[in-house]
């Protein structure tokens, strides 16, 4: 019995989910055809430009693990983090906005470009991972990019709202973030006090 159209919108979802949250998990030749595997896409036509996808990847926080996002966080209406390059050889380019927990501002960043840095701070990129430390080494911010996956840590305020994230957990005002996994429509991952993760409109 052939599938109705809601019914094949609503694998084909499926398939998309699989494949940006789990895809090392599937067939090889199911990878090789996929349309988010960029081997499979056919090469431009002479004297055409390739058209630019849209940068997406997903957000580890902690034991979260956000599909399908466009690498930006926005905490209580600030933004905290924004994906804003990924190179073919792995490198990134980031904006990071980091304050203390009275909103003074201790770093911000555009594009890999310390705008500003509070006495003993510092700003490294370095490949496919950008870190604040302060002046004893201790890590206050980092991104790390692994493939279509960006893992953030540090302690981020905003508006009074915290949002605390280390390699193994990840709490919004010392509450768990999230479910283990979730997946987003392309857009920027919304954090307000006392309201469910949302994400922005498309």
């Not at 580890?60 to 926005?74: D, E, F, H, M």
């Not at 605390?164 to 429509?185: C, E, M």
Request: aromatic share 4%; hydrophobic share 40%.
């Amino acid at each position: 019995m052939p599938l109705r159209e809601e019914d094949r919108a609503r694998r084909a979802k499926d398939d998309l989910k699989f494949c940006v949250l789990c895809k090392q998990y599937l067939a090889p030749a199911a990878w090789a055809q996929h349309e988010h595997n960029p081997a499979s896409r056919p090469p431009p036509k002479p004297g055409t430009a390739p058209r630019s996808a849209a940068l997406t990847c997903t957000l580890l926080l902690g034991p979260c693990a956000i599909g399908n996002t466009s690498g930006v966080i926005v905490l209580e209406g600030l933004e905290i983090f924004r994906l804003r390059h990924r190179g073919e050889d792995g490198h990134i380019a980031v904006n990071m906005d980091l304050r203390a927990r009275d909103g003074k501002p201790l770093a911000k960043i555009e594009r890999n470009s310390p705008l500003l840095l509070a006495p003993g701070l510092s700003f490294a990129a370095e490949g496919p991972a950008v870190r604040i430390a302060d002046a004893s080494g201790a890590l206050l911010a980092s991104a790390t990019a692994d493939g279509d996956s960006l893992r953030l840590t540090g302690d981020f305020f905003s508006g009074g709202l915290r949002l605390h994230i280390t390699n193994d957990s990840a709490t919004l005002d010392d509450q768990p973030l999230a479910p283990p996994r979730l997946y987003g429509p392309g857009t920027a991952l919304l954090l307000r006090k006392g309201k469910p993760i949302a994400f922005a409109k498309s």
